[in-house]
């Protein structure tokens, strides 16, 4: 089973607006149009049993609204399983969490680069907390954003602080464990309970324009680096994702299933380890 754990959709009526905004930030090409149905043609296309969608709350006041339109799409099925979002200035923090788990979203999903935090701030410390004990899957945005040069609101340093100061927690680092600060990651993370996703790390990415100088360097984990923290964290701790729309299922799956691994790791990666995070 390939269980794509990290993606993104948009409502239809806004989707082809929430595209052209991000590229012209980003300067990088979608590989789908950033709906429901796009994302499944992609997951057809490419061989994906299951993705996750993950929301962003870029603001407090879309909390409930997003999700309640999680549950929603839960509810429809056809291959998409969306967690929920928190930001950490929501004031019924706490009261949402456990509406989350109750709507049995399964997990919530943080940006701190788009929220604004540090990961290692006291309001994403407490929202951790209550995460773990509700048995919530948290996953965050770590390392630099491709669209903000030079921020970064999640430093793996920021979240080995964040799990030495909270109680048991299942959190996924996107991003390999901190994008373009992989380094840091091997060096402070792989001791932690941390989990790592692959999306957006893996080989390079593609620009929208190929005139139009890159605004970050296109070349992203090559396969040593990759199989060398495979082996540093435990291949059980590595998830496959894609960031679709951002990243292409289909080249990712190529490029993971390309590598020299035993079929064991490589059936981890690609599914196994997610599907025993779903179902925990």
Avoid at 36 to 59: E, I, K, N, Q, Y
Wanted: hydrophobic share 45%; charged share 20%.
């Amino acid at each position: 089973m390939v269980i794509d754990f990290h993606a993104h959709l948009f409502p239809d009526e806004i989707a082809d607006r929430a595209i052209q905004k991000l590229t012209a930030l980003n300067h990088l090409q979608a590989f789908s149009d950033g709906t429901a149905a796009g994302l499944r043609a992609s997951m057809r296309a490419a061989g994906v049993d299951l993705t996750v969608v993950l929301p962003v709350a870029t603001t407090p006041q879309q909390v409930p609204h997003i999700n309640d339109s999680a549950a929603r799409l839960n509810q429809a099925g056809e291959g998409l399983f969306s967690f929920g979002c928190i930001h950490p200035d929501f004031s019924d923090w706490k009261q949402e969490l456990d509406r989350i788990a109750a709507l049995g979203l399964k997990g919530v999903k943080l940006h701190p680069a788009f929220q604004d935090t540090d990961l290692d701030d006291p309001r994403y410390l407490r929202i951790l907390e209550r995460a773990g004990a509700l048995g919530l899957v948290a996953v965050t945005h770590t390392g630099m954003d491709v669209g903000m040069p030079g921020l970064a609101r999640c430093t793996p340093q920021m979240a080995r602080n964040a799990l030495r100061q909270v109680g048991p927690v299942r959190l996924v680092l996107a991003h390999m464990g901190g994008w373009r600060c992989w380094e840091e990651a091997e060096e402070l993370l792989a001791d932690t309970a941390a989990y790592l996703d692959t999306s957006f790390s893996l080989g390079r990415l593609t620009p929208l324009n190929p005139d139009v100088p890159p605004k970050v360097p296109l070349e992203l984990l090559d396969q040593t680096r990759f199989l060398r923290m495979a082996e540093q964290f435990g291949a059980g701790r590595i998830l496959f994702g894609s960031d679709s729309p951002w990243g292409s299922p289909a080249a990712d799956l190529a490029w993971l299933r390309g590598l020299p691994m035993t079929e064991e790791v490589r059936t981890a990666i690609l599914g196994e380890n997610a599907r025993r995070l779903l179902d925990e």
